[in-house]
């Protein structure tokens, strides 16, 4: 093989590398185990990073090329990764109270019943008292989560409120605190709900 030929074979075998390389990346920008989080619309699952404005309502997800920007209103669920803790965080939008937009909730427990978390809000624009910040979704419907113990208790199917009672007495679960309603309702879905899950996307 003389010179010329085989500079002419190093140019085929760069440029067959090259388009390898280039194929590989095209194809992991459709991939969703390459992405950090997605997003479900009422028509479809879009992979990619997504960066998500709890406080504004409102998201920016980043997939191939392209970039979107999507209101609470547009999105039923969202899943991203926390680049500090590493760990996948939930949220689902919806509506509370007589307020007409739609909110982000952050899903701590899902389930049969599902355990979200969100500030500062109020039953509509004209009162003045804020919620606590724990709230259920229950048959598609968001509820602020009961403050009294005898009305949290009847979130839970009758046969299963003992069960439950003695579950939160002997772990001395306070009802007040996020680590605790977490671990309650973990509990419950958990051994009552089978495998019922808000958050399968079925994709």
């Not at 390898?20 to 009422?42: K, M, R, W, Y």
């Not at 839970?156 to 309603?181: Q, Y």
Request: aromatic content about 12%; hydrophobic content about 35%.
């Amino acid at each position: 093989m003389n010179q010329i030929e085989s500079a002419a074979m190093k140019r085929k075998i760069v440029c067959s590398a090259c388009a390898l390389l280039l194929s590989i990346g095209i194809c992991a920008q459709g991939d969703p185990h390459n992405e950090s989080g997605f997003i479900v619309t009422p028509d479809e699952v879009i992979y990619g990073d997504v960066t998500i404005n709890v406080d504004g309502n409102d998201l920016m997800i980043r997939t191939g090329r392209h970039i979107y920007n999507w209101t609470a209103d547009k999105v039923t669920k969202v899943a991203v990764i926390n680049p500090e803790t590493g760990m996948t965080e939930k949220y689902v939008s919806g509506t509370f109270g007589m307020n007409e937009q739609n909110f982000f909730f952050e899903v701590l427990s899902d389930g049969k019943i599902v355990l979200l978390y969100r500030e500062g809000l109020k039953f509509s624009k004209y009162d003045e008292l804020e919620y606590a910040p724990y709230y259920v979704l229950m048959d598609g419907v968001i509820h602020s989560l009961a403050q009294s113990k005898k009305e949290f208790m009847g979130l839970f199917a009758e046969h299963h409120e003992n069960e439950m009672s003695d579950f939160i007495k002997e772990k001395g679960i306070d009802l007040k605190n996020r680590s605790d309603l977490t671990k309650a309702f973990d509990y419950y879905n958990t051994k009552f709900g089978g495998s019922e899950s808000y958050f399968v996307t079925n994709r």
